[in-house]
């Protein structure tokens, strides 16, 4: 027997209910994670986001993973991968992490997967 919904009601009603949470840490989508840092900061509780999605290259060349955590900004490979959820300016987040996404989605209708095998005009090294 457990709780129907998502992990999120669950903590939520625990703390509704005040049982004693020290610290939660939220590892998934940014999406869940702030949706946690906004359902735990009214209790106070520390809450720790583990910005692992954000990451490109893990090296922090790339600024994919700039991110800004109180007034500092920050780089999930090598300053984290976690960060205080209360401090992370999700709103940035989410419009840096949207801002190529219809060139994404237009993308996708352009490429061909290698699972799928190449039509033979190629110049890579897979063995299709």
Same mark, same amino acid.
């Given at each position: 027997m457990g709780t129907?919904?998502?992990a999120i009601d669950a903590l939520t009603q625990k703390l509704k209910d005040?049982?004693?949470?020290?610290r939660v840490i939220a590892v998934g989508c940014p999406f869940m994670?702030?949706?946690?840092?906004?359902?735990?900061r009214p209790f106070g509780v520390k809450t720790?986001?583990?910005?692992?999605?954000?990451?490109?290259?893990?090296?922090?060349? $790339?600024?994919? $993973?700039?991110?800004?955590?109180?007034?500092e900004m920050k780089f999930a490979c090598v300053d984290g991968p976690f960060f205080d959820a209360h401090l992370i300016d999700w709103d940035e987040l989410r419009d840096r992490r949207a801002a190529y996404s219809a060139e994404e989605i237009?993308?996708?209708?352009?490429?061909? %997967?290698?699972?799928?095998?190449? %039509?033979?005009?190629?110049? $890579?090294? $897979?063995?299709h």
């Open positions: 129907r919904g998502h005040g049982e004693k949470i020290d994670m702030m949706v946690t840092a906004g359902e735990t720790l986001a583990a910005l692992n999605p954000i990451m490109l290259d893990g090296t922090g060349m $790339c600024g994919a $993973c700039r991110v800004t955590v109180g007034d237009h993308s996708l209708g352009r490429t061909e %997967s290698v699972a799928s095998g190449h %039509s033979g005009q190629h110049k $890579c090294s $897979c063995p």
